[in-house]
């Protein structure tokens, strides 16, 4: 098994000795979590394994197996460049993606489709080896982001701050809290 | 540090760092006796942990490939990973999330207590239940278990709240923050839990016990200990008497290199350990080491395992806290009415955001599953611990096409799940579910069983030499100088998280073993 990478699709140096076969561009919604670190809203990730088109493809089907109205497209666009950057190191993956994609575009753009259309193209499909290999690269990457982090609520580390023991990890008041003699004291 | 010689044969050689393997090199070290610990993997520490969940994952778990085949969902959710263990210093104890659970008298003699059961291969431990009680006691102290020995409980987190409100809705008794191996006040020289919710990418306070900064570094001090990362065991030889003289590896540099022994522990977990006897087939062995009664790699049980999620109106943030904080002990217990045999525990669980979707409820897209996964913070998790039933045919083999990158048969998983199992995951997730009802859930899902992290039985020990693989000291039947260190020894799952019954177990073998070599007899 390939081991799964962090975040490396954000920032990877490697990327610019290798041809770019493909770019995306999107702008950055207001208040997302990259917002405040990106020195401009416009987005731009360059593909060395995919075309343009077929990025765009991916990105449409990426949304359609994670369907969140909420999450912007930048969200989307760095699993886009994780799968591709997979597809770089394994030849086999490449063919693949290529030869799946190349499917789901055979009667007309799969991007321009509506959902209904899209579902029952990705229905189809869904007992392929393409088609599971995105879907659970999709999970492993889309839910690693800020972006879904923010959306979903969820905080992540907390070393930094000292743990939760003070932020919150029992300030659930719509219940009543147990007996001690069942729980334990806080060590303060 | 000293480093032994490779031609040294006064060496004790355990393979493997972990709970079994680090439990063990302390205890011998202790007591003066010479230990080489080949661990494959390599050493980190709480401070080079990392705090990215998809991160982690990649710096500590058992990446090398695993075949699979059966009827088990694992093998159709997971067909890369069937299992999750460790490959690091410290083994699998630098992820467990430290429940401590002791096993009862009854899940030790499962064929007396349930009787004929088609389609399985149980028998009792050849252990006497107050004699394994001793060495829990003993664990307990070791590990400063909570709720044991006067070590206060853990602090209830937002998600225990919400559990203990179930489980008491539901009747249940023994409900609590579970027994945990995680410092509940400054103790052992280690910090408290800060509750992060990081235990399984592991613990950057290092409050909850492994061997990593426990066992290991005490060992060291002793000036006994010569531990090799990097080291992965791909041989144990024998002489003519039939009794292990060294053990094979690749070190860090893959180069590969021949340790003398005068004895072998293998604790690599309950994979890697028939697999390593397996591969060290012989013109006397033709079977591989220890297997006269075929029974290595058989019987492999891991837990019946499974998810429940609640959904509520209101926050929970399960990811806050120590992950595995909480217990039902009420369906460890058993009861044939229930239609099923062995006992349960309902564990309190969460997992991150990233391991949510791919582990917590892994086949879904579409709408109905964003909208799920956009409920996470309102959400409340307990995970099932039950009795696995051991078949013949569930077994660990050498796969006969696939080679790891030492040109090595890459194991073979193959399980198909006993009707037992079914009938008491079924049982528990309407347990779960009801629980979560009680508490106010507007809805509940269910997640499959996870990789296998808890893998026992493939060398069980035995009273009769034909049922098993080794004696209730872990000595193998066939061979007296190799010993099984981790939970394969295991002879039936029983209910309980195993980490606490492979410590129990490693200090019981320990003088076992100081007491043979003092008289000559190994």
Known sequence: MEQPSPLPWLIDRRRFLQNVTGVITGVLVAGSPLALLAPSRSWAIELGSLSSDEGTTLMAMLR????????????????????????????????????????????????????????????RIEATPFFQSVRVDNLMMLYDTPQAAALCGYEGEVFSKGGYLYRGFNDLKWLPDPPLADAGPLDL | MPTFAFDDDA???????GAGGGTLAHELTRRGIKVVLLEAGKREAPETFSQSPNEAFGMLTWLDPRSQSGDWSVARDFPTLPVWHCKTVGGSTVHWTAASLRLHEWELKPATTFGRMAGSSYVDWPIPYKELLDYYRLAEKRMYVTRRNGIPGLPASNNFKVFYQGAKKLGYRKVHTNYMAINSRPQDERSICLQQGFCVQGCKVAAKWSTLYTEIPRAEATGKLDLRVGAQATRIEHGKDGRVTAVLYRDAEGREQRQKARLVCVAGNGIETPRLLLLSDSARFPDGLANASGNVGRHYTRHTMGFVWGVFDHPVHMYRGAVLAGLVEDETVHDARRGFAGGYHLELCALDLPSFPQVGMPYGWGRDFARTIESYANMAGMLIVGEDVPRADNRITLDPVRRDRWGLPIPHLHVDEHDNNLAMRHHAQERGNMLYEAAGAKQVLFGPPPPATHNMGSCRMSADRRDGVCNSHGQTHDIPNLFISDGSQFTSSGSANPTLTIVALALRQAEYIAKQMTARAI
Do not use: C, W
């Open chain 1, 64 to 123: 359609s197996l994670a369907p969140h109205d909420h999450l912007e497209d930048a969200a989307y666009a760095m699993v886009v460049k994780g799968i591709d950057r997979k597809a770089g190191q394994d030849q086999a993956l490449r063919t693949m993606l290529k030869d799946g994609l190349s499917q789901l575009n055979a009667d007309g753009p799969f991007a321009g489709q509506d959902e209904d259309r899209r579902v029952a193209l990705l229905r």
């Open chain 2, 11 to 17: 060496v004790t050689v355990i393979i493997g760092s």
